[in-house]
């Protein structure tokens, strides 16, 4: 059973401060991997994708995966309380669309 | 990136009917998905919809519960049959993104059956 583990949280974090959200996956023949928010109520929102080792920026997103130990993390920057929502870790195996969803991570930013 | 539709945007069904969610893309895509999105929980892949061929379904669901059409490149439609309350949860459709196996989500349906 291929799976993708989140902490459920909630991951608290004062407003400016960097949260740091992890995920790790079972099967090794993973090779893109992509983060969603998703705010109470609506759909999922993508942030970012990252599909080699290492780190990739997007403004206040960085996406850092690591193959060989099997997680992606999500850091958020200068946390806003806009930023709170659930963050959920996608990850699709080699050259399929065939996403396996985390449970996602509650954030929340206190102002 | 696309602009993905929904109808209906929500509905509440009586148990042992069927609802038809339609998903509109303002873009011609090869690949749209229908996911399933069931309280406080995360997202499951029901079926893959490739124009021109048959729906691809994942384990767990069948075509006769969820009917899939995807009679051209903008749009599906996905039929939730013979309803339960255990049923009644979000279902989003999702299209291909411009990046490598990236994905877009509509708005979803919210479905209660009771």
């Known amino acids: 059973q291929k799976e993708v583990e989140q902490n459920s949280g909630p991951l608290s974090v004062p407003e400016g401060a960097i949260a740091s959200l992890n995920c790790t996956y079972s099967d090794r023949v993973s090779q893109s991997f992509f983060w969603y928010r998703q705010y109470s109520g609506k759909s999922p929102e993508l942030i970012m994708s990252?599909?080699?080792?290492g780190d990739k920026e997007d403004g206040r997103f960085t996406a850092q995966l690591n193959k060989a130990s099997q997680y992606v993390s999500l850091l958020i920057r200068d946390s806003q309380p806009s930023d709170s929502a659930t963050y959920l870790c996608?990850?699709?195996?080699?050259?399929?669309?065939?996403?396996?969803f985390g449970t996602g991570t509650r954030l929340k930013v206190l102002a | 990136s696309a602009v993905i539709s929904q109808k209906p945007s929500r509905d509440i069904c009586q148990r042992g009917t069927s609802l038809t969610i339609q998903c509109q893309v303002d873009s011609q895509v090869t690949m749209m998905f229908w996911y399933r999105q069931q309280p406080g929980q995360s997202l499951t892949l029901i079926a893959t919809?490739?124009?021109?061929?048959?729906?691809?379904?994942e384990s767990g669901f069948v075509i006769d519960k969820f009917p899939i059409s995807r009679p051209n490149l903008t749009f599906s439609t996905l039929t939730v049959s013979n309803m339960s309350p255990e049923d009644s949860s979000i279902y989003l459709c999702?299209?291909?993104?411009?990046?490598?196996?990236?994905?877009?989500f509509g708005p979803g349906t919210r479905l209660t059956v009771t």
């Open positions: 919809a490739n124009q021109g061929s048959e729906a691809t379904y």
């Open positions: 990252i599909y080699s080792n």
């Open positions: 996608a990850v699709a195996t080699s050259g399929t669309y065939k996403y396996i």
């Open positions: 999702s299209v291909e993104g411009a990046g490598a196996h990236e994905q877009y």
